[in-house]
């Protein structure tokens, strides 16, 4: 293993689900970065265990996941936190900006309510703040404000190695959809300072929230300041995409929806309904047959599979 990621355990695991990164501890026990999604949390406790295991191998020393530190609180990045703090009593530490909301688990607040999506209810026992420095393992990470994607996300920061915990700020091809944008509010120019911000730091490696580690940082960026510049170019693409991610990610939470409950979804769904009637409306009379007709466009490119009575994820 390269030098600069020795002490990390990488789970890269798929777009259902975030990456998640063990920082092994330095006699103080471990630090797991994102959980990843609730479907996948018996998954995501037994990666983390097993890792835990390999590093106390030829020791004494007892398994232990001491924090699990959320870069955001999407679906994908949270949904193991329940688990992990049963499993192993582990301390659930999420964005200072997040923190009140996750206590009162005010699901307007968070995102699983506007986006049709499912979170184990869990309790946040601290916080993190940008301009703060997390001491993980025998690591310093600076934590950076990261808004874009979701205004609250933070990025970490280990300078010595050059190592960037990215999340959905920057992948290898782009980075997550600018979710501020698709309810009137200012992103881009969020995405786009994140973007020059990162290019200030003299990163080696990056990890994503989805995707493999990369080290073309240059050329990262180069393809996500173009996809950021369509956006701005074509909002209404935009969101269209928005709502192609929003189904496709729904079939990858549920693995197969008959058409009733499919548009019962796509009607009681805030932010998809937002979307329909933001771009959506002149092509299909509710959003239902909005959502009918987009999950039709994603069977013909293979990326949804059509059943009998309805819609499988491929």
Not at 131 to 153: E, K, Y
Not at 225 to 238: C, I, K, S
């Amino acid at each position: 293993m390269n030098a600069a990621l020795h002490g990390l355990s990488i789970f890269e695991r798929g777009w259902l689900s975030s990456n998640n990164v063990l920082v092994q501890g330095d006699g103080g026990g471990a630090t797991l970065i994102d959980s990843s999604h609730t479907v996948h949390a018996a998954q995501t406790v037994a990666l983390v265990r097993h890792a835990l295991a390999q590093a106390t191998e030829h020791s004494e020393a007892v398994p232990w996941l001491l924090q699990v530190v959320n870069t955001h609180l999407h679906s994908d990045h949270c949904g193991g936190n329940a688990a992990l703090h049963r499993e192993f009593g582990a301390r659930v530490l999420v964005p200072q900006s997040s923190f009140r909301a996750v206590q009162a688990w005010d699901l307007d607040e968070l995102s699983f309510r506007h986006t049709g999506q499912r979170c184990e209810r869990f309790e946040a026992h601290g916080s993190v703040t940008p301009g703060q420095t997390l001491f993980l393992g025998a690591r310093a990470w600076a934590v950076l404000a990261a808004p874009g994607h979701d205004p609250d996300s933070v990025l970490l920061f280990n300078v010595d190695h050059g190592v960037l915990i990215s999340a959905d700020a920057l992948w290898e091809n782009g980075f997550g959809v600018v979710f501020p944008e698709l309810v009137g509010e200012p992103g881009f120019d969020d995405v786009a300072a994140v973007l020059d911000l990162i290019d200030t730091l003299p990163v080696q490696w990056v990890i994503p929230g989805h995707g493999a580690p990369f080290q073309d940082v240059k050329g990262a960026l180069q393809r996500a300041r173009a996809r950021l510049e369509g956006m701005r170019a074509e909002p209404a693409r935009h969101a269209r995409h928005a709502a192609r991610v929003l189904l496709k990610y729904h079939l990858m939470e549920e693995r197969r929806q008959a058409w009733p409950e499919l548009r019962a979804w796509a009607e009681t769904t805030p932010l998809f309904v937002r979307v329909w009637q933001a771009v959506g409306k002149g092509e299909a009379a509710s959003p239902a047959a909005w959502c009918e007709q987009i999950a039709r466009a994603l069977a013909g490119s293979g990326a949804l599979k059509l059943i009998n009575d309805g819609v499988h994820d491929a």
